[in-house]
């Protein structure tokens, strides 16, 4: 029973936010410093989300095998690969990394 | 199992449903655990005062489209130019991974031991490359790199020391912080302190 009044509360809670998100008045975000914020916030969060997905592990910070995937997709960035390439070199550098040991 | 299926229907965001089964397999208190998880959910409120932006989405649909409001389905909608590009991208974004999030649920739910161990294959790595394949071309001034890398930073940084969640919404903080130093450099000259070079992390 408990499990259900998490679930309940974590699905009510989250389902706001997100609503709430999309609910700012229209002529609030015409204002060119909110539109200057909401283009600036998803690149913050996108960076520290790879950031973390990268080198967390619960609360500490690792260095392993998706370290070089990401490299490997950092390089496949900059050679102007294209989005589904990017992705299977990160998949595979970070396999084969592991599969070597690291 | 009915569990957590549910939790992949009604709360739909990775993130918040790991934080949430986590706390409560540690014999965390239920409320304890639904804020940890709404704590880790909290960004996508930001994303939708994007999405409102670029979806321009009428008033009736929001609360629909609302529940689709999440990391991934921000990231492709804002790649795209153009309201209708970015709207194609969320609908698509959001109903594959909305489909294949619960179909995959359901089949974890029924007996994931037989898959097998996913980190062999490298699968989590991919999460990551999507976001840097998103953000990339996000990143075209100074303004973004620096608030790119202001935000590894913070991130990485505040990991250790705060709950899950938190350091990414302090990470948002980069924002704010690059706009200000920004302002202040065209006010006159400044020694304000740029971060860059930071965003291929």
């Given amino acids: ?102 | 199992m009915w569990q957590t299926c549910a939790l992949s229907l009604l709360v739909f965001t990775g993130a918040s449903q790991f934080a949430l089964v986590g706390a409560l397999a540690a014999g965390g208190n239920p409320l304890t655990a639904a804020a940890g998880a709404f704590f880790l959910g909290v960004r996508n409120a930001f994303y939708g005062l994007r999405l409102s932006q670029s979806l321009a989405l009428p008033r009736a649909v929001r609360p629909f489209a609302a529940q689709w409001v999440i990391d991934e389905t921000a990231a492709v909608s804002l790649a795209q130019t153009g309201r209708r590009a970015a709207r194609i991208g969320f609908g698509v974004t959001g109903l594959t991974l909305y489909v294949l999030w619960n179909l995959t649920t359901l089949l974890g739910a029924l007996g994931a031991e037989a898959i097998g161990d996913t980190d062999a294959w490298g699968l989590d790595a991919a999460g990551p490359a999507v976001f840097l394949a998103l953000l990339a071309p996000m990143l075209k001034t100074t303004a973004e790199r620096a608030v790119a890398g202001l935000a590894v930073v913070l991130g990485l940084g505040l990991l250790p020391v705060l709950p899950a969640g938190v350091p990414v919404l302090m990470a948002a903080l980069a924002a704010p912080v690059v706009l200000y130093l920004e302002g202040r450099r065209r006010a006159g000259r400044t020694a304000g302190r740029v971060d860059t070079g930071e965003e291929e992390r």
Avoid at chain 1, 24 to 34: K, S
Avoid at chain 1, 40 to 67: E, N
């Fill in chain 1, 1 to 102: 029973m408990n499990t259900w009044i998490a679930i309940g509360a974590t699905a009510l809670g989250c389902y706001a936010v997100k609503l709430a998100g999309l609910l700012v008045p229209a002529g609030l975000l015409e204002r060119p410093l909110v539109r200057r914020y909401a283009a600036l916030l998803p690149v913050a969060l996108l960076a520290a989300l790879t950031a973390q997905q990268t080198f967390a592990d619960g609360h500490a910070l690792v260095l392993d095998a998706r370290a070089a995937g990401l490299a490997a997709a950092v390089v496949a960035l900059i050679l102007r690969a294209p989005f589904l390439l990017v992705v299977a070199a990160a998949v595979v550098v970070t396999a084969g990394v592991r599969a070597l040991g690291g």
